[in-house]
């Protein structure tokens, strides 16, 4: 099965749990330097790969797509949208902290999400914790 992990028309990692010498990876230079590097220094093989610990967009996508391939992937919030004031998606607040926002208020900067009642806002806390960029 096809898993993949991606930042809407910029850069996307596609892996495959059967397969593990396939790879596809479309994007910036960062992200494609990044994975020649995994391939160069850990082989084809990615369920031979270390999980990137690093903040930078790049390895945040190669994280997902490695844990989605090794199933230990479980997003921390299960529904469509996060911000019921505002009517922000999920996704959308995933997107801007996957593109660089990386604290509560970036976010809301970026996405207009927790900017009213902030009831919302210990669940965008958990999206930042779950793709360790916070504590
Ligand atoms: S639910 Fe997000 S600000 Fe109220
Ligand atoms: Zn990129």
Known sequence: MKCRA????QDLIELDTEDASYLKVVGCSATLDLLRKYRKEYGVDSSQWPMPAQGDHSSLLLKEALEKQRG?????YPHDELCHC???TTHKVDQAILAGAHTTEQVSRLTSASTACGTCRPEVEKILRWRGLIK
């Open 86 to 88: 505002r009517s922000v």
């Open 72 to 76: 230990s992937w479980q997003f921390p």
């Open 6 to 9: 991606e930042i809407e028309a």
